[in-house]
């Protein structure tokens, strides 16, 4: 801690300049910083963020052993294919980390992501096979398991206590030598998709700590955020939330922004910036480079899916890709509530009304709304159970992007974690494990109750799961999805007192206001249309001007205000602090009406024709059991054709046209469909060719419509009506 102060201070000499824009503040730290800081750290130790010197040194141990194992395989393989014994035994080999190990800000107990880097002469298919079977002979191995039909391939396994997945490059070098340089564009000649892939992950990686005026400052930092992420639900790439490398790239803007703070400061100012940045204006490090490589990069100009982004944040290695592929409407709007919320809270930290820990509260999620969507996956087998849940937990996206398609639902809101079935689910359904989508309905005027048919939006979904599920051959019987609508005081059917236990009502920023986190329009508050990858800088310089407004006058209130509180009462009342920043103008979102009621119907009606399932697949029972007094439309759902398809997001160009958005692309990797430490990168590739693929795949173009469903609105008069 001492040694960040120090460092830090040291630093506050003339410096080079980071980012694409001019620092909002070049202030140095002062005595106060240091002592908030301090009280983070200790704050966040109860949570297991740091591993002591021991924990350390092992990892270290742990590479330096499979590095050798990778250079023993690649020598043993050359010899095999008839290498010149000379050439065999100089042609090297490498392991490379990247991730949060490399980043500096693994937590206690956390996997290492790494890539084994071979010379051309080695095969994917000799990672695979040979390499697979070295592992296999290795006694300090266990749990040892290969994914080839992944996004990124990978071996996962688990070395003396250490959890790694490797993921494999061949280059088109002869040699890979000890002090090999990833970071050169040149690496990328000739290699497949594949390779650039797994090369990708170290490159963004090191180029993030290269774009950071204080990595010190900057690890610190990012454990904090990812920290306060997990404790409130947001962390999750899989599920539309933020991954790693998203959060480490806007700690790292954060830091460009304000590159001689310190921790204390860099994580107020966080929440600063990004609960007033104005999405879908893309975050970026450094300007994006040309290549004469002709790889796939993120831009709007050239690929149409990439105006669908609503949240860009662009990796600074090329090709450069948008991290977020996945956020939908309603997770960038979950996200930007709890910046929000975070700002008012290290506020309030900073000028000395409360501590750390409060930041670091989790989110009462089971409290904060009326309606819920339960969920739930089960297997007859341990086996069958693991397999099945990755690829459920993979497509959840897809569900939460057909809900807040409907006209009626303003947010879903998916909990990351899982949760057991109780023992009577287990009894029924084998191994059973569920989650939690959180909905807030719309207001209908003059209308007290709301019948919303969501057979379709459900279905959709299931019958998604079970055709991918099919088509890998993963498909297994007793494998079954089902989902019910529950409210709030039904939830401990389902889970146990204390998950559902009540804490103190937090006050929250209203998100029905939140015109910024649910903004259907792909234009800025100027109205400029958001088409260029290229064109950023007036409208990021414009944003930060905005926010140093907010700021200037507030940086020596934050350092003194304990100061000035220990002086007079009345001080503390009258000293100005940083206001949540006033929400845009644009689409309000009203939440449902406390005396309104909203009538779900769910029916699901097992896998879609064509999916091969041995034994029974019985509609959900847990509607009859858990949910009363809810009335269920019977036969088949009525479709409206001319409501089709589904609600746009924002259209960059005419009116009447719409681009598939991007809950509405599968993906085809059931292994948590982890991208090498650079979450989303590559997913799209902006290829339309792919687009179009992956899209005619989930039914979206070239197939199926993805339609919505009818609504009935009922008054209280009686009357019906078809929306």
């Avoid at 409907?406 to 989650?435: C, D, R």
Wanted: net charge positive.
């Amino acid at each position: 801690m001492k040694e960040t102060c120090g460092t830090s201070r040291l630093q506050n000499q003339p410096q080079r300049h980071y980012g694409i824009t001019s620092p909002i503040s070049l202030a140095p730290p002062k005595d106060i910083d240091c002592i908030h800081t301090q009280k983070l750290v200790e704050a966040m130790k109860p949570f297991g963020v740091f591993e002591d010197e021991d924990e350390l040194n092992h990892r270290l141990v742990v590479l330096g052993k499979l590095n050798n194992l990778v250079k023993e395989w690649i020598l043993e393989l050359g010899e095999s294919k008839n290498l010149p014994p000379s050439a065999a035994a100089n042609v090297g080999g490498k392991i490379f980390t990247f991730g949060s190990y490399r980043l500096g800000v693994h937590t206690k107990g956390a996997d290492i992501d790494a890539v084994c880097v071979a010379p051309r002469h080695v095969e994917r298919s000799d990672f695979f096979q040979s390499f697979f079977e070295k592992l296999k002979h290795q006694e300090e191995i266990k749990n040892l398991r290969a994914v080839e039909d992944a996004y990124v391939p990978v071996v996962k396994f688990e070395f003396d206590g250490i959890e790694i997945d490797l993921v494999f490059a061949r280059l088109s070098m002869q040699t890979v030598s000890d002090n090999l340089d990833l970071g050169d564009d040149s690496r990328l000649r000739s290699l497949d998709i594949r390779c650039i892939r797994s090369l990708n992950g170290c490159r963004v990686t090191d180029e993030i700590l290269h774009l950071v005026p204080n990595k010190d400052n900057f690890r610190l930092t990012l454990r904090a955020i990812k920290l306060w992420a997990k404790r409130r639900g947001i962390y999750s790439n899989m599920l539309g939330f933020l991954g790693g490398v998203s959060w480490a790239m806007l700690v790292a803007r954060t830091c460009q922004l304000y590159p001689n703070a310190l921790a204390s400061t860099l994580v107020n100012k966080f929440f600063l910036v990004f609960s007033k940045w104005e999405w879908p204006n893309p975050v970026l490090l450094k300007q994006p480079e040309e290549s004469n490589l002709n790889l796939p990069v993120w831009d709007p100009r050239v690929n149409p899916s990439d105006r669908y982004h609503v949240m860009p944040i662009i990796t600074p290695a090329y090709p450069q890709q948008n991290s977020t592929y996945n956020v939908s409407t309603s997770t960038r709007a979950v996200m930007i509530e709890e910046f929000k919320h975070g700002l008012v809270v290290t506020n309030e930290i900073l000028q000395g009304k409360s501590d750390w820990p409060k930041l670091f509260e989790p989110l009462n999620f089971f409290q904060k709304y009326k309606h819920y969507i339960v969920l739930t996956a089960s297997a007859f087998t341990e086996d069958h159970h693991l397999e099945w849940i990755g690829l459920v937990e993979s497509k959840i996206r897809v569900l939460v992007g057909n809900l807040e398609r409907n006209e009626f639902i303003t947010i879903a809101h998916v909990k990351p974690q899982s949760f057991p079935g109780n023992q009577e689910l287990s009894k029924q359904s084998g191994y059973v494990s569920m989650w939690f989508l959180g909905i807030v309905f719309r207001k209908v005027e003059n209308a007290e109750s709301v019948n919303i048919d969501l057979t379709y939006v459900i279905q959709s979904f299931t019958d998604t799961v079970y055709r991918q599920a099919n088509n890998l051959n993963v498909l297994k019987e007793g494998m079954k999805i089902e989902a019910a609508h529950v409210k709030r005081k039904h939830l401990h059917y389902f889970l146990p007192a204390e998950t559902l236990q009540k804490r103190k009502k937090q006050s929250m920023p209203d998100i029905s206001q939140n015109a910024s986190g649910l903004q259907c329009k792909r234009t800025s508050s100027d109205g400029s249309c958001l088409d260029s990858s290229r064109d950023t800088d007036s409208r990021t310089t414009s944003l930060l001007n905005k926010i140093t407004k907010l700021d200037t006058s507030t940086a020596e209130i934050e350092r003194n205000a304990v100061y000035q509180r220990s002086n007079s009462a009345n001080n503390r009342e009258k000293a100005p602090h940083v206001a949540v920043p006033s929400v845009s103008k644009g689409l309000s979102v009203p939440v449902i009406d406390a005396k309104m009621e909203a009538t779900v119907a769910i029916r699901t009606s097992g896998p879609p024709t064509g999916c091969t399932i041995p034994g029974p697949n019985a509609v959900s029972q847990l509607r009859a059991h858990f949910v009363q007094g809810q009335h269920e439309l019977s036969g088949t759902p009525i479709m409206d054709f001319k409501n089709a398809a589904p609600k746009r997001p924002y259209s960059p160009t005419s009116k009447g046209s719409h681009s598939p958005t991007s809950e509405e692309y599968p993906k085809k990797t059931v292994d948590g469909e982890k991208l090498t430490g650079q979450d989303s990168a590559f997913k799209d590739g902006g290829n339309l060719e792919d687009v179009r693929r992956r899209a005619t795949e989930n039914g979206v173009l070239g197939g199926k419509s993805m339609l919505i469903p009818i609504i009935n609105t009922t008054r209280s008069q009686g009357f019906k009506k078809n929306v």
